[in-house]
């Protein structure tokens, strides 16, 4: 039983399209997040939702926004999807901090 | 600001060798450390962590890590290395967040 699962795995997609990835967990977490990661590997938050409550959206663009239709689910639309978007895209859970778990990924390519 | 440090970008080791992969952190309380490791187009793993007590910690395929906070560093160590061990490392810091290293990439040489 898949802990964190993000779908889908790979989205190919043009430049001016508009996407969704999709997460969801089954592990009672409170707290759900977005990361991005880049092509040099790095990892970054975008976004952190508190049981349906956005408390963390650093410094991202307004094309991408999340949705949490509750606290089981964390759902990131990206709007008019721009070159520089290709990287891979990380849901994560936690309870309080105490250790996080990542799902699987989702590696965006804008052509 | 937090912020993580991994000095080591690449680390090139012979199978069976030792290990030590360098972190050090900037926290303003006292942190949650975490390693985690990353194959090849695959999601992260949790290695281990560390909220509080004992320095050293354990963690899953054989490794472990300790806390120095004289030297804010928590620096990850495995005796022997195995061929799978070829991965992505990081090092990451957490609070109501998680902030992450620039990673080690490990190469293991037969």
């Known amino acids: 039983d898949t802990a964190v699962s993000q779908t889908p795995k790979y989205l190919v997609t043009q430049m001016g399209n508009d996407k969704s990835i999709k997460c969801e967990q089954n592990?009672?977490?409170?707290?759900m997040y977005w990361y991005k990661q880049d092509s040099k590997k790095f990892l970054k938050i975008m976004f952190s939702y508190n049981n349906k409550e956005l408390i963390i959206n650093e410094t991202v663009p307004n094309r991408f926004s999340p949705k949490s239709p509750d606290k089981a689910h964390l759902n990131l639309h990206i709007n008019s999807l721009e070159l520089g978007d290709s990287a891979v895209y990380f849901c994560?859970?936690?309870?309080?901090?105490?250790?996080?778990?990542f799902g699987s990924g989702t590696r965006l390519t804008v052509v | 600001a937090q912020s993580v440090t991994q000095p080591d970008i690449h680390i090139t080791v012979s199978e069976g060798a030792s290990l030590e992969l360098r972190c050090n952190y900037s926290y303003g309380a006292t942190p949650y450390l975490f390693w985690y490791v990353q194959s090849p187009g695959q999601g992260l793993q949790l290695l281990l962590k560390y909220f509080s007590g004992d320095t050293l910690v354990q963690g899953i395929k054989g490794f472990e890590a300790e806390f120095k906070r004289s030297q804010s560093s928590f620096n990850l160590r495995k005796p022997s290395v195995h061929w799978s061990d070829a991965a992505e490392y990081f090092c990451a810091v957490g609070g109501d967040k998680l902030i992450f290293g620039t990673g080690t990439r490990l190469q293991v040489f037969p």
């Open positions: 592990l009672g977490h409170d707290t």
């Open positions: 994560a859970s936690s309870q309080a901090g105490y250790g996080y778990t």
